[in-house]
């Protein structure tokens, strides 16, 4: 019996893909119950992406579920491996049985499957029909497993499903939305502080720029001042993490950097990711410190406590309009501003108009999840993969735009000096050039995909579900 540790990222993804990883000294065992598959690997783990573990038949497994996240523990328990043999009378292997039990406290639960040896298909169905005969059940998830142990889930999604009904007031639909990713933003804020893995940072600020957009987007739900003013100290908390997640972006795509640039620049590139690590450090230093500051605190609890139906925050002239009304009329509306800056699109467009478009379709995305329960599932669901498929190509545009004024700066501020400051500019300069080509490539899709976005069809799939039966769009009906 061996002393272990149950793990699994923070948003579940292992228990989700019906996968254990348990950590045992140092190795790392993979148990998939819905293959029937016992793997292991040496593996010491720490809390860093699992794309940083070394590579082993458990890690190359994780990383076809998860690659940013780091796992953590989820439980501390006891484990058995066992391996029998079923022989024949030539001592030859007919079948492989493998049985891992694993106990918490006074519970315990036993997990095993039975390994097909080519050839021997009669003994393997023979032990397999004994197994189910002695009460052995199959099992193609991790939940009764959990229960069995008595392991709680951790209740976490970052997408999560809001309940929203059609003729509810638009601003108590609105309040709900507020509340649930102002919650979800708080449940990232000790993961930032320890730094377990780079997605709680990206998660919370996902989860802020959504409460920014409803406070934007949902004009006249709330009384404008107050918008305004939340708005503002909401884009002041982030403004705290804004370095930090920039140094993440840089650090994370290291490979494609190296993938980019011939191996004669690997030397300036790894001078300059050093020298980014250690800002790095600094900047996760003033993110935990703000974070835990009680100003933070203080202000995100009065945030909470705001965002309450029926209370403290106030009125906008549409206040109690139908939440499917508002719906229609702000999907249709922004669906249109995102076809009429396309159409203004071409080859000699400047970086700025692309990056306005890709902010209009930001703000369309949010709107349709946002509003995804009022509308039928299958429908919306394919509008917003359309959508998602252009928005993929002016993400990687906006993202080699800004990563080569970033490399610009970095430049001109002589990150090192002496030596290696010319390795790191040879290195700057080659990478540049790659990442301007790869711009001008991702140009060019985006046009493509516009024509696409704009087409008759999607045209006329937003029309179907966002206008209302007698073919208005109720821009008569609400205040603009």
Same mark, same amino acid.
């Given at each position: ?348 467009? !400047?970086?700025?108009? #692309?990056? %306005? *478009?890709?902010?209009?379709? &930001?703000? $369309? ?5 946002? =509003?995804?329960?009022?509308? !039928?599932?299958?429908? #919306?669901? %394919? *509008?917003?993969?359309?959508? &998602?498929? $252009? ?5 990687? =545009? ?83």
């Amino acid at each position: 019996m061996q002393q272990a540790v149950l793990l699994d990222t923070f948003d579940n993804h292992m228990f989700q893909a019906a996968k254990l990883i348990i950590k045992v000294d140092k190795q790392l065992l993979l148990l998939d119950l819905q293959a029937g598959q016992l793997l292991g690997q040496a593996a010491p783990v720490s809390q860093v992406a699992i794309e940083d573990l070394d590579r082993g038949p458990v890690v190359d497994m994780l990383l076809e579920v998860t690659r940013l996240r780091a796992l953590l523990p989820i439980a501390e328990v006891r484990v058995r491996r066992e391996e029998y043999r079923v022989l024949d009378d030539e001592e030859k292997t007919l079948v492989r049985i493998y049985h891992l039990t694993i106990i918490r406290g006074r519970k315990f639960a036993g997990i095993g499957y039975v390994q097909h040896l080519r050839g021997y298909s009669e003994a393997y169905n023979d032990i397999r029909q004994g197994l189910e005969n002695c009460g052995a059940k199959g099992c193609q998830n991790a939940d009764g497993l959990y229960t069995t142990l008595g392991i709680a889930i951790r209740e976490y999604n970052v997408k999560p499903e809001i309940g929203l009904f059609p003729e509810t007031s638009i601003k108590e639909s609105a309040t709900i939305i507020l509340q649930t990713f102002l919650k979800i933003a708080r449940q990232n804020e000790q993961g930032v502080i320890d730094d377990c893995d780079t997605e709680f940072l990206h998660d919370y600020r996902v989860c802020l720029r959504k409460v920014r957009s409803v406070l934007s987007l949902f004009v006249g739900v709330f009384y404008a001042k107050d918008s305004a003013r939340l708005k503002d100290e909401l884009a002041e908390i982030m403004r705290t993490t804004n370095g930090l997640r920039d140094l993440d972006v840089y650090l994370l795509n290291r490979a494609e950097y190296y993938r980019l640039v011939p191996p004669h620049a690997h030397g300036g590139l790894q001078i300059l990711f050093n020298e980014l690590a250690q800002r790095r450090k600094v900047e996760r230093g003033k993110v935990g410190n703000a974070l835990q500051s009680k100003e933070y605190l203080h202000h995100m609890e009065s945030l909470e406590k705001l965002f309450v139906i029926g209370t403290k925050i106030k009125s906008g002239p549409q206040a109690n309009f139908p939440s499917l009304s508002f719906a229609r009329r702000l999907i249709m509306k922004r669906y249109r501003k995102v076809c009429k800056t396309g159409r203004a699109l071409d080859e000699t467009t !400047p970086d700025e108009s #692309i990056h %306005q *478009l890709r902010i209009h379709c &930001k703000k $369309l995305r949010y709107l349709m999840e946002f =509003f995804a329960p009022l509308f !039928p599932a299958a429908e #919306i669901k %394919q *509008l917003i993969r359309a959508l &998602k498929l $252009l928005q993929d190509n002016l993400g990687n =545009f906006n993202d080699y735009s800004v990563q080569q004024q970033f490399l610009e700066k970095l430049l001109a501020s002589h990150i090192v000096g002496g030596a290696k400051a010319l390795a790191v500019a040879h290195s700057i300069g080659a990478l540049t050039a790659m990442l301007y080509q790869l711009q001008g490539d991702e140009r060019n899709r985006i046009i493509e995909h516009l024509a696409t976005f704009d087409s008759l069809d999607i045209r006329n799939a937003f029309t179907k579900l966002f206008l209302t039966e007698d073919g208005s769009d109720e821009d008569n009906n609400l205040l603009q």
